[in-house]
């Protein structure tokens, strides 16, 4: 079995990134109608800017543009984490939610390191 990672999607980063994203999209369905525009929305749009971003550096050439596309994945991820707390002091989420998805987001996040080091390990040998 060939493991060579040849497309983003390859990459567990941003498979566990998207299956957090369905799962943000399922959460806010359940918010109060008046956060469509607000909470809800910017909570789906902080999610699936960190697989976005994951898409967008595994597809730059450089390593520098890859690593700050990997780094704005991290921002997304750390956004994210702070709409879920909010969702949880305004109670449309229970406590128990929200530590699956913050614990989610750890991991995603970890992952997402893993990809700014050894894209930095890369660079450091090829001097790109």
């Known amino acids: 079995m060939n493991n060579k990672i040849k497309n983003f999607t390859d990459l567990d980063a941003w498979r566990e990134g998207h299956r957090f994203v369905l799962k943000i999209y399922e959460i806010v369905k359940k918010f109060p109608r008046k956060e469509l525009f607000g909470l809800s929305a910017q909570l789906e749009r902080a999610a699936v800017s960190i697989t976005s971003n994951v898409a967008e550096g595994f597809s730059r050439y ?50 997402i390191n893993g990809l700014i080091n050894s894209i930095s390990k890369q660079s450091s040998k090829n001097h790109f």
């Open 62 to 111: 450089y390593f520098k543009d890859k690593v700050r596309f990997y780094y704005m994945s991290r921002g997304s991820i750390s956004e994210t984490q702070n709409l879920l707390l909010v969702a949880k002091d305004l109670k449309y989420i229970d406590t128990n939610l929200f530590n699956e998805n913050f614990e989610q987001t750890c991991k995603i996040q970890s992952l």
